[in-house]
């Protein structure tokens, strides 16, 4: 399905809220109501549910907690201290409040599946973004095996933004050619303009590539 967004949806987009200085916007709690407002776009809140229920019905709380905490960059912790008790109460609270905006302003209309199967695809970019990284990158694979389990259970288009998004906030590198493959995944699932291309910094070597320009005077290159 096509989505109303140049950037990143759903749930993985509320991640990104949650950044270094979160606390000074408010509690978890007040995060959300900001975020499900009246004016709020259907979509947003349908996507939003539908990202939360999945996670919720198919992963573990320990699952869910891994992928919260590393896409939020380690700024939601879980736990007696933290900002939520557990992962699986913090996703049955956001399915709760989605569900009762949807009630309450109505559901959007249903929007046709359209994208081939893309669970291998997925998965296989999933083992090279994580199959070579060092251990403080991922301690214990904890990482890696959350994502995997994400793409086979709940569905490639979740994994492959949890991928995009802890990807950047960790700083895993990526290669040329699999950010290009990245692109084209993107495409097939019909992802705005700037979901994928939020990680192209981490290609490698990128800083150091020339870019090559004809000069408009003489015919000769200048390079950039």
Same mark, same amino acid.
């Given at each position: ?96 409040? #989605? ?46 095996? !959350?994502?995997?389990? #994400?793409?086979?259970? #709940?569905?490639?288009?979740? !994994? ?6 802890? !990807? ?47 000069? !408009? ?8």
């Amino acid at each position: 399905m096509r989505h109303i967004s140049s950037f990143d949806f759903g749930l993985t987009d509320f991640a990104g809220r949650f950044h270094q200085d979160w606390g000074y916007e408010g509690s978890a709690e007040e995060l959300v109501g900001r975020l499900l407002g009246p004016e709020t776009d259907p979509s947003v809140v349908e996507e939003l549910r539908s990202d939360a229920s999945l996670m919720r019905s198919r992963l573990t709380t320990e699952e869910i907690e891994t992928l919260w905490a590393a896409g939020t960059g380690g700024n939601f912790r879980f736990g007696p201290d933290g900002a939520w008790p557990s992962g699986s109460a913090w996703l049955d609270r956001i399915s709760e409040a #989605c569900d009762w905006w949807l009630n309450t302003y109505g559901a959007p209309d249903p929007q046709p599946e359209l994208a081939p199967d893309l669970t291998d695809a997925v998965d296989a970019e999933i083992t090279a973004m994580t199959a070579s990284l060092p251990e403080p990158m991922d301690p214990g694979r904890a990482v890696a095996e !959350a994502l995997h389990r #994400c793409v086979r259970a #709940c569905s490639p288009d979740l !994994a492959l933004r949890w991928s995009l998004r802890i !990807a950047g906030q960790r700083r895993w590198p990526l290669e040329r050619g699999q950010y290009e493959r990245l692109i084209a995944l993107g495409e097939l699932l019909e992802y705005g303009e700037f979901i994928v291309s939020d990680v192209e910094f981490l290609v490698v070597g990128r800083e150091s590539e020339e870019s090559v320009w004809p000069s !408009a005077t003489t015919g000769s290159s200048i390079c950039t």
